[in-house]
């Protein structure tokens, strides 16, 4: 069989670290209606706070190569992203998340992470929400985007469901996002109902609860499900 590549006068590329993000205002029809109200609240906020942090930083930004109010739609814009990244020589790309999904707390500065927040259903919605746009954007580009779907660790049973959604809209792998994994969250109510079945034996509940769901979802999904590395050391 003939090697369709051997006629190629460049490399053929795919990225296996990009970042992608809907704008904060694009996540509100992901939302149900009862989140609305919340939503237009915690748009105003961020805006705020991004002003805040736009007077410290200027027009350059870690989140993106470049002056935000110029580049930032590289997020979100399916129509640029192929453009620049075909003029690359990049082909595909593997998406990790990038914008801050609806009801994240806040972070004071481009260099902190956002908390898990004390509004855990809120907090969920907004991750499904991040999930949902993604779903959509890769589907925009078939077969060039591999999207990776967040859980939350508070909410295993949900956090399953979620991965059996995202392998039959497409995505692909997952993260799980490091500032959802603390003892005390995996000793919440919704989680020890796993441990309880003694499912899995482990040293803490938190590295049980991963343990659970990294392999769940690593065999629903194609590829691997990712858990921060400093996490992953001490599983």
Not at 69 to 74: F, I, L, Q
Not at 160 to 172: M, P, Q, V
């Amino acid at each position: 069989m003939a090697n369709p590549l051997a006629d190629l006068d460049r490399y053929l590329l795919i990225t296996a670290d990009t970042h992608a993000g809907s704008s904060p205002e694009g996540y509100g029809p992901y939302l149900e209606a009862r989140w609305q109200d919340d939503f237009q609240t915690w748009l105003a906020h961020s805006e705020q706070m991004a002003r805040i942090i736009r007077q410290v930083m200027g027009n350059r930004s870690i989140g993106v190569d470049g002056d935000p109010d110029e580049v930032g739609d590289r997020n979100w814009d399916s129509a640029r992203r192929l453009r620049e990244t075909e003029a690359d020589g990049v082909v595909a790309e593997v998406i990790f998340p990038n914008t801050s999904p609806p009801f994240a707390p806040a972070m004071m500065s481009e260099f902190g992470e956002a908390e898990i927040g004390k509004d855990y259903d809120k907090r969920w919605a907004g991750i499904q929400a991040h999930n949902r746009w993604l779903a959509d954007f890769c589907a925009e580009a078939p077969g060039r985007r591999a999207g990776l779907v967040q859980i939350f660790l508070p909410f295993v049973e949900e956090s399953i469901r979620e991965i059996r959604w995202a392998k039959e809209h497409g995505l692909t792998g997952g993260v799980l996002p490091i500032s959802t994994i603390t003892d005390s969250a995996a000793r919440s109510t919704r989680t020890t109902s796993l441990t309880n079945r003694n499912m899995v034996k482990a040293s803490s509940p938190s590295t049980t609860i991963i343990s659970v769901v990294s392999a769940i979802a690593s065999k629903l999904l194609s590829s691997v499900f990712l858990v921060p590395s400093r996490v992953s050391r001490e599983i």
